[in-house]
DNA sequence: TTCATAAATTCATACATAGGCATATCTCCT
DNA sequence: AGGAGATATGCCTATGTATGAATTTATGAA
C-alpha cells in the first residue's frame, strides 16, 4: 500500500507524467529533460528524484552528466503502473505534441543544450 | 492528459484508494463510508466528490441516503485506472484489513450507523 | 596534487494547493 | 414546517511545487 501511494503520487503531477512518457522510448539526460519541461534545473532534479524513489525511472551517471530512463524493475507493481500510464497516453495529444518536442531537443547536442540554458536561451 | 490527471490526481490520497477498494464489490452508503474511514461527513462527501469528478465512482440518491459504487462507465480511461488499481492492491495487506472491517459494518443497518455518530459513536 | 569549471542535487524560502473539521446550507422525506 | 442525511463554505494546517543560492561530484588544466 505504501509504496502503491508512492507511485500514485508520483504520477499525480503532469510534469512528471510528461517527463515518464518521454523517457519511454529512450533515454535523456537532465538537461534534455530541463529544455523539454521548461522548468528550472532543481525543479526538475526534484521531479526526477520523485519518479525514482517510486521506482518508476532509473538513473544513470556518465561524467559530469546524469541520465534517466525507465525502469527496468520487474517489480509487479512497478510494471503495472508503468504500462497503465502507457497504454492510457499512448495516443494522447498532448504527448504526441511532446514527442515532437523531443525530436527537435534530440537533435542539438548536449554540450550546445547546456550551454544554451546559461545564455538564457539566447 | 486532462482527463488522465484528474484521474491520478483522485488515486494519489490513500483515503480515497480505500474508498475505491471498498466499493469494488459492494455499493456503499456514505455513512457507511463515514464509518469505515473514521473521518469527519464533510470530509468524506469531499473526497467522493472528487473520485466522482474523476468519474470513478457514482452516486445513486435513494431517499434521504446517498450510495455510491465503482463507475459503470465504459470509458477507457476509466476502465483502465480501475483495473490497475484493483490488480494492485487486490493482496494488498491494508486492504485485506478494511474488507474485515466492512464485513462489521455491513452487519449494522444503516439507520443504527447513522445515529451512533452523533452520540459520538457511544 | 591543486584549482577552476560545469552539471546536478540539496537547501532555504515563497507561494499555491490539498486535507481536515465545524458550521451553514441544501434536499428530501414525513 | 420540521427533521434527517448529504453537501457546500470558510478557516486552519500540512503538503507540494517552483525558484535561486549553496553544496556536491566529476572533469580537465596548471
Redesign the interface.
Do not use: H, Q, V
Given at each position: 500500500?505504501y509504496e502503491?501511494?508512492n507511485i500514485?503520487?508520483a504520477?499525480?503531477d503532469?510534469n512528471r507524467?510528461r517527463a515518464l512518457m518521454a523517457l519511454r522510448k529512450r533515454e535523456l539526460c537532465v538537461c534534455q529533460i530541463i529544455e523539454f519541461l521548461g522548468l528550472a534545473p532543481s525543479t526538475v532534479s526534484k521531479h526526477m528524484s520523485i519518479l525514482r524513489q517510486a521506482r518508476l525511472i532509473e538513473g544513470r551517471k556518465e561524467g559530469v552528466w546524469m541520465h534517466y530512463s525507465l525502469s527496468s524493475s520487474r517489480r509487479?507493481?512497478v510494471r503495472?503502473?508503468i504500462n497503465?500510464v502507457i497504454?492510457?497516453?499512448e495516443n494522447?495529444?498532448?504527448?504526441i505534441k511532446d514527442e515532437k518536442l523531443l525530436s527537435k531537443i534530440m537533435k542539438c547536442n548536449l554540450e550546445d543544450l547546456c550551454r544554451r540554458k546559461k545564455n538564457k536561451r539566447g
Open positions: 500500500m502503491f501511494m500514485t503520487r504520477l499525480s503532469e507524467i509487479p507493481e503495472k503502473a497503465w497504454a492510457s497516453l494522447d495529444e498532448k504527448i
